[in-house]
C-alpha cells in the first residue's frame, strides 16, 4: 500500500510540476505576443513621421531637412542615404528648385519582432518645380524597415516597391 501510495504521490508531483512548466511558458507566448504587438503599433507610428521626414524637402531648407532626414537612419542605409542626398538629391533639388512633401497614405505590417519591424508602406508626394510650379501629385510604395535603438524607431532599409 505504501508503494502504491508513493507512486500516486510522485505522479501527482509530476503533474503539478508539467502543469507548472506549461503555465510559465504560455505565459511566456503570452508576453512576447504582447511586445510584438506594442512593437508593431509602435513602428508603424514612427514610420508617419520618419518617412515624411526621410523623403521630404525644399531646396530653401536643404541642409536642415536632410540633416533632420538623416537623424531618423541607421546602420547602412544611414550611409547610403547621406551620399545619395549629398550627390544626387541636394545638386537636383537646389539646380530645379524643388519642393516635395510626403504624406504616409497607409501602412500594413510585412513581418514584426519585438525590436525589428518591416512594413509595406502607401505614400503620397506633392512636388512643385522651378519648370513646373504646380503641385504634381505621386503615388508611391515602399517596403521600409525600421530597428529600435536607445528606444527611438529608426529605419534601417527602404526599398521601393
Same mark, same amino acid.
Given at each position: 500500500?505504501?508503494?502504491?501510495?508513493?507512486?500516486l504521490?510522485?505522479?501527482?508531483?509530476?503533474?503539478?510540476?508539467?502543469?507548472c512548466?506549461?503555465?510559465?511558458?504560455?505565459?511566456?507566448?503570452?508576453?512576447?505576443?504582447?511586445?510584438?504587438?506594442? +512593437?508593431?503599433? =509602435?513602428?508603424?507610428? #514612427?514610420?508617419?513621421? %520618419?518617412?515624411?521626414? $526621410?523623403?521630404?524637402? !525644399?531646396y530653401? @531648407?536643404?541642409?536642415?531637412?536632410?540633416?533632420?532626414?538623416?537623424a531618423?537612419?541607421?546602420?547602412?542605409?544611414?550611409?547610403?542615404?547621406?551620399?545619395?542626398?549629398?550627390?544626387?538629391?541636394a545638386?537636383?533639388?537646389?539646380?530645379?528648385?524643388?519642393?516635395?512633401?510626403?504624406?504616409? +497614405?497607409?501602412? =500594413?505590417?510585412?513581418? #514584426?519582432?519585438p525590436? %525589428?519591424?518591416?512594413? $509595406?508602406?502607401?505614400? !503620397?508626394?506633392v @512636388?512643385?518645380?522651378?519648370?513646373?510650379?504646380?503641385?504634381?501629385?505621386?503615388?508611391?510604395?515602399?517596403?521600409?524597415?525600421?530597428?529600435?535603438?536607445?528606444?527611438?524607431?529608426?529605419?534601417?532599409?527602404?526599398?521601393?516597391?
Amino acid at each position: 500500500m505504501r508503494f502504491v501510495q508513493r507512486f500516486l504521490l510522485g505522479v501527482a508531483a509530476a503533474a503539478v510540476l508539467g502543469l507548472c512548466s506549461a503555465t510559465f511558458l504560455l505565459y511566456q507566448r503570452v508576453e512576447q505576443a504582447s511586445d510584438v504587438d506594442a +512593437a508593431r503599433q =509602435s513602428a508603424i507610428d #514612427a514610420a508617419r513621421t %520618419r518617412l515624411p521626414q $526621410l523623403l521630404s524637402y !525644399d531646396y530653401h @531648407t536643404l541642409d536642415k531637412d536632410l540633416a533632420g532626414a538623416r537623424a531618423g537612419t541607421t546602420g547602412a542605409f544611414r550611409d547610403q542615404f547621406a551620399e545619395l542626398s549629398t550627390k544626387v538629391v541636394a545638386p537636383a533639388a537646389q539646380k530645379q528648385q524643388i519642393v516635395t512633401k510626403t504624406t504616409v +497614405a497607409g501602412t =500594413s505590417v510585412v513581418s #514584426a519582432e519585438p525590436n %525589428r519591424v518591416v512594413l $509595406l508602406v502607401f505614400l !503620397d508626394q506633392v @512636388t512643385q518645380t522651378k519648370a513646373d510650379p504646380s503641385s504634381r501629385i505621386d503615388g508611391a510604395r515602399v517596403r521600409a524597415t525600421l530597428q529600435r535603438q536607445d528606444g527611438q524607431w529608426l529605419v534601417s532599409e527602404l526599398t521601393p516597391v
